[in-house]
């Protein structure tokens, strides 16, 4: 890239030719408000105005986050006509704005409060009609209300970019404008998948989980038996809402935490990982060896199982029967776990945390239960829980570690932890099927060609004489090309991991807002690099257990001897494994 001279605030810069104002501003530590714009142009409509600077060459004001430098231009960012212009921009998007800020769950990480502050704006500068508006409260993942929406467009740009998918875009005219998927509908009434990726970028309390936590509060006030599991992405990524830095492990304080706030029992969704692998890798090898449906494909991300309902129904023979881990490891509790401590399952309560919207979804399936009650009862995000740790006047940082419950079941080996981050089921997974078709431990269990942020992965193993062929996809983009080849019928591969987030669960949707405003100590790349971050982390984890691979979780075992018999057996198929159906795009 070329480089060309310019000016800021009066001091001579050197930046790249083709940058933006406000990027060349940004990589010369200058901050200029912004709203609409994100993450290097992933989104920059230029529309809300509040990146106001002025530069030579240009005629007036000119918005930064699209307006291109050029050599010897000269910006100011500090004149009274600009700061002035970016105030009144705030003012006027607060002019249409429902600001009930002391019940809107964004308070704290909204954007909107953040430039206001910056830029001095008042809230009631300017009083006059209001668009008409939609709260949209049916879906159980995520809310919308458009009450709180600035038109910046950076969902819209999100659910394009991760799934191609284009569910949300702006609707009716001028005044009169909101953002909602087609025709104003419910998401619940969309062929929206529910990831939450949007929800993670909006910068205000349009876009929010439908909150859980009343229902957990209720639960333990009326006595219940409350158990809580944690998937591994949790403990990647709960220490940013607590200021620690991106990628720190906070697992024991996290354990802390949740026996503080009164949890019966704290579980890791990890036992049921390792579950999921024993029934997975079975199910895979019995597919390979009986002409069964090849690729299969993973089933544990209820955002991609979602799209295959909606978009890929013909396919659906090819996904694994596999129930995603929390929900085996809530029917695992829900029977063996009450029938061995004398509990009456209609008095547990299980709650999963998670990195992820859908699963809030996921667990209202009917499919998803036995005997009539749900595996799972109520789904936290990791924002959730870090709301309620904040309430509860914990503090968080200065816990000490504490160790899961591992009475008779909990126990978990590194190749569970690794679900958390894109490859790691694929991983997990040949770590089982390479120890059953072959008798042996792989002498590396660390599969790199399954590792990393490459949209697709590709990897080919041989054993036992077999050649095993498999790939790797996250967010809904990714993932076509693999279910095209296959409806095309030239798949070459065995076994297909899909996720429905890109990168995985350590970026689901349900996660901590990454977002470089609330972050000034991170690096100002911070966007491209948190997902590695995290997913480090989780292969740190992975490292340091003593036990990497899923069939030798001793539990794991005793749960099959004195309950499950073996994998895929009658019993299994009955608490551990589900169906899906075709359903229509669009419901009335
Ligand atoms: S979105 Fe932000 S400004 Fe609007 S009500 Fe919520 S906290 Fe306040
Ligand atoms: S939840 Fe996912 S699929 Fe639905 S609108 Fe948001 S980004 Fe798109
Ligand atoms: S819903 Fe949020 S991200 Fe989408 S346009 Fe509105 S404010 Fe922006
Ligand atoms: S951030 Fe530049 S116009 Fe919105």
Known sequence: MSKINIKIEGISYEVEAGMTI????????????????????????????????????????????????????EITISSPKATSARRTSVELLLSNHNKNCQQCDKNGKCELLHVAKITGARDDMYVGEQTPTTFDQISPSIVRDTSKCILCGRCVERCKNAHGLGILGFEKRGFNTIVAPAEDRSFAK??????????????????????????VDEAMKAGKYVVVQTAPAVRAALGEEFDMPIGTLVTGKMVSALKRLGFKKVFDTNFGADLTIMEEASE???????????PMITSCSPGWVNYAEYQYGDLLPHLSSCKSPHQMFGAILKSYYCEKNGIDPKDMFVVSIMPCTAKKFEKERPELSVNGLADVDAVLTTRELAKLIKRSGINFVKLPDSEFDTDIVGEYTGAGVIFGTTGGV?????????????????????????????????????????????????????????????????????????????????????????????????????????????????????????????????????????????????????????TYQTREKYTK
């Open 190 to 215: 969309s062929p929206c998948i529910l990831c939450g990726q949007c929800v993670s970028v909006c910068p205000t309390g349009a876009l929010m989980e439908a909150s859980e936590i009343d229902r």
């Open 284 to 294: 895979l090898l019995d597919r390979i060896e009986n002409n069964g449906k090849l």
């Open 22 to 73: 406000l990027e060349a501003a940004k990589a010369c530590g200058y901050e200029i408000p912004s709203l609409c714009a994100f993450n290097h142009g992933e989104c920059s409509k230029g529309s809300c105005r509040v990146c106001l600077v002025e530069a030579t060459g240009a005629r007036g004001l000119v918005a930064a986050c699209v307006y291109p430098v050029a050599e010897g231009m």
């Open 426 to 578: 694929m991983e997990a997974a040949l770590r089982t099927a390479a120890y059953k078709l072959t008798g042996e431990e792989l002498a590396k269990v660390e599969l790199n060609e399954v590792r990393g942020f490459a949209g697709i992965k590709e990897a080919s193993y041989t054993l036992a004489g077999k050649e095993i062929k498999v790939a790797v996809a996250h967010g809904m983009r990714n993932a076509k090309v693999l279910l095209d080849q296959i409806r095309a019928g030239n798949s070459p591969y065995h076994f297909i991991e899909i996720m429905g987030c890109p990168g995985g669960c350590i970026a689901g949707g349900g996660q901590p807002y990454v977002k470089p405003c609330f972050l000034p100590n991170e690096d100002a790349d911070i966007l491209d690099t948190f997902r590695e971050k995290r997913a480090k982390a989780l292969y740190s984890e992975d490292a340091s257990k003593a036990l990497r691979a899923s069939h030798k979780n001793p539990q794991i075992i005793a749960l099959y001897e004195n309950y499950l018999e073996k994998p895929n057996s009658h019993k299994a198929h009955e608490l551990l494994h589900t």
